[in-house]
């Protein structure tokens, strides 16, 4: 089974990587991941703000076209919590997943998951991911909610461009049995990660 390679463009400002996935999606390939240092106007789902106006963390989309199951596009959300939960762990965290799509590390939110569709183009799938690796605590200050970063829980710089390696390396390197075989083989991994779902504010 073929594994897909990415195609990594990397920007040192966008208003936010989904946007600009969402807005150019005909003309890029699938597999396409765009990052960026900064986002001046990263989102959340419902329409909230996403804090990412400072380097060093981690801000990406990821492009997927030609999905034609509709069991794996509608688990992607799940799929990419667990790849995220799994890159941490390679850091010696024990991360949660909070229902959908926010990753908590003590209680406190490390990550969080935006997957975005465009009416127009069938199949195709812009999965957002931001992490706080080296966020610093004035920022943390500014989310709705009890917030943290890498290198705050391990007292240490985290390296950016490791971890993205890393996330992307699990991320593509499972894709293809993902969609293949859909979500139910991983679900077990999925559960034991999941916090008891509680009414979304």
């Excluded at 106006?53 to 688990?75: A, D, H, M, Q, R």
């Amino acid at each position: 089974m073929t594994v897909e390679s990415p195609k990594i463009l990397h920007f040192d400002t966008l208003p936010s990587t989904n946007s600009y996935a969402l807005d150019n999606l005909q003309r890029l390939e699938d597999c396409t991941v765009i990052s960026a240092e900064v986002q001046t106007a990263g989102k959340g789902r419902l329409g909230r703000k996403w804090v990412s106006n400072t380097p060093n963390n981690l801000y990406l989309s990821i492009i997927l076209k030609n999905i034609i199951n509709p069991e794996v596009f509608g688990t992607f959300p799940l799929y990419t919590a667990l790849c995220t939960c799994n890159t941490l762990q390679l850091y010696n965290v024990m991360p949660k997943i909070k229902w959908p799509n926010d990753i908590l590390v003590n209680n406190s939110k490390i990550a969080g998951i935006l997957c975005e569709t465009k009416s127009s183009a069938n199949g195709c799938i812009v999965i957002g991911i931001g992490i706080n690796l080296n966020q610093e605590i004035g920022c943390l200050q500014q989310i709705d909610q009890p917030a943290t970063s890498l290198n705050i829980i391990l007292q240490k710089f985290i390296e950016p461009s490791l971890f993205q390696k890393a996330l992307l390396d699990i991320f593509f390197g499972s894709l293809p049995a993902y969609k293949a075989k859909g979500f139910a083989q991983f679900n077990d991994d999925f559960l034991a990660l999941l916090l008891p779902k509680l009414i979304d504010r």
